[in-house]
């Protein structure tokens, strides 16, 4: 019985010890964490935007023409999940992971690189790393698997502004085919390059600039679409699926913001069209985009084979009746 009592308490007092060199681990990663990311994360023109990876991408956030704005929403949104699937968390088998360790080791690689190439870009995704990585290598394979998303999310922060670069196919492409609308719904216009011109005479003209061409709104749902698609859709398959429409949605979202536009410049003048409701316009883009994804997401839920026999049974109903 005492042999008993004494292997319990050698027990409780071993996990007491691990439990202690988790939080000693945790802390001394944390340190050196913000020392290589704060203090040495940035070597791209230090003079302007100093040595702080993260102060460099919050900077970028706002001095891109706002494309980037949303970064601030996707941390809280991290952890948002991170909340929702807490007792999860909690009730996960752990374990210290020797491929969890490997993960740490190649975030720290890969911050070597950003540094060395000056891409701060790529030290921001060794962050991301390090932010899965380090409770993958403490906790284990189950813990990883549940923050994988919630991590993977913060990809979303990073400023990728070499997308700028799809700005003008983008407003070419907008332009053309609400010309086709407009002609198609009674209203005759011409395109020239990215401006729309009416063929009746004193009608409306208007240039879609690079404001307009839906990159902003195009990143902003496709950052929504990812958290609506993991918290609705029951497969990894149907996840993707509603995740890459969330290109097509939000430009056939600005295409109607476009052809509004028109419309409402040719049913009111131009001056009304590109004053207050082009300032306000921007609802119309995520009205639809949103409404489209909803939309989606509830057919990608459908059980076909249910409703197919379902169907099948009110025929035959109707049918013998």
């Known amino acids: 019985m005492e042999t008993r009592i004494w292997s319990e308490k050698w027990r409780l007092a071993a996990l007491e010890r691990t439990d202690l060199i988790r939080i000693g681990l945790v802390s001394v990663i944390v340190a050196m964490g913000y020392v290589i990311f704060n203090l040495q994360g940035n070597t791209t023109d230090i003079h302007a935007f100093g040595r702080s990876a993260i102060l460099w991408m919050a900077r970028r956030w706002y001095e891109s023409g706002g494309d980037f704005s949303h970064g601030w929403v996707v941390p809280l949104v991290s952890l948002g999940i ?21 993960v740490v080791i190649g975030s720290l690689l890969l911050h070597w690189l950003g540094a060395k190439s000056q891409q701060t870009r790529l030290s921001l995704l060794a962050l991301i790393g390090l932010l899965w990585g380090v409770p993958f290598y403490l906790f284990g394979r189950d813990v990883a698997k549940i923050l994988f998303f919630p991590c993977a999310y913060l990809i979303f922060c990073i400023p990728l502004n070499f997308l700028d670069s799809l700005t ?37 003209s208007f240039d879609v600039a690079d404001p307009c061409s839906g990159l902003r709104s195009l990143l902003a749902m496709t950052a929504l679409t990812a958290v609506y698609a993991y918290l609705t859709q029951r497969t990894l398959l149907k996840k993707w699926i509603l995740f890459l429409s969330s290109i097509p949605l939000a430009i056939i979202g600005n295409i109607a913001r476009i052809t509004s536009v028109a419309l409402v410049a040719e049913a009111f003048g131009e001056k009304p069209a590109l004053g207050i409701y082009h300032d306000y316009s921007g609802y119309v883009v995520f009205s639809v985009a949103i409404g489209l994804m909803v939309a989606l997401g509830q ?10 026999l379902r169907w099948k049974s009110m025929i035959s109903s109707h049918t013998s009746s």
Do not use: C
């Open 82 to 102: 991170i909340w929702h699937r807490r007792r999860e968390l909690m009730a996960a088998p752990k374990e210290v992971s020797r491929l969890g360790l490997a």
């Open 168 to 204: 003008f196919p983008l407003r070419i492409f907008v332009t053309i085919v609400a010309t086709a609308l407009l002609n198609g719904l009674g209203i005759a216009a011409q395109r020239s390059g990215s401006a729309i011109y009416s063929m009746a005479g004193g009608g409306f």
């Open 299 to 308: 057919l990608l839920n459908v059980d076909y084979r249910k409703a197919w």
